[in-house]
Nanobody, 121 residues
């Protein structure tokens, strides 16, 4: 009853920028932490950035100073602005949200299907 859908992926040259969006929809009462994860070929999924409902952010060291996570609570949407992209940022990027849903009332994490970001050198 809750869905996350990412958008904004694609191909970009090294040094370029991309902005990812993830919108949550469905029977949502509230959303706690939202975040972005990524998985490169042959590697485990890793945390990129998270943002609490109050706006507190956390980043993996490799993206600090280059990526910015933000959210629009009224739209149940989280964004990831990615600047100064590097080939090693190439991965499938997944949105995650800690959702409290209605009907039934429950709290659980949800994942989007992922969006591919490819950075060419």
């Amino acid at each position: 009853q809750v869905q996350l859908v990412e958008s904004g992926g694609g191909l970009v040259q090294a040094g370029g920028s991309k902005r990812l969006s993830c919108a949550a929809s469905g029977s949502i009462a509230s959303i706690n932490t939202m975040g972005w994860y990524r998985q490169a070929p042959g590697k485990q999924r890793e945390l990129v950035a998270t943002i609490s409902s109050g706006g507190n952010t956390n980043y993996v060291d490799s993206v600090k100073g280059r990526f910015t996570i933000s959210r629009d609570n009224a739209r149940n949407t989280v964004y990831l602005q990615m600047n100064s992209l590097k080939p090693e940022d190439t991965a499938v990027y997944y949105c995650n949200a800690d959702v409290i849903s209605r009907n039934p009332w429950e709290r659980r994490p949800y994942w989007g299907p992922g969006t591919q970001v490819t950075v060419s050198s």
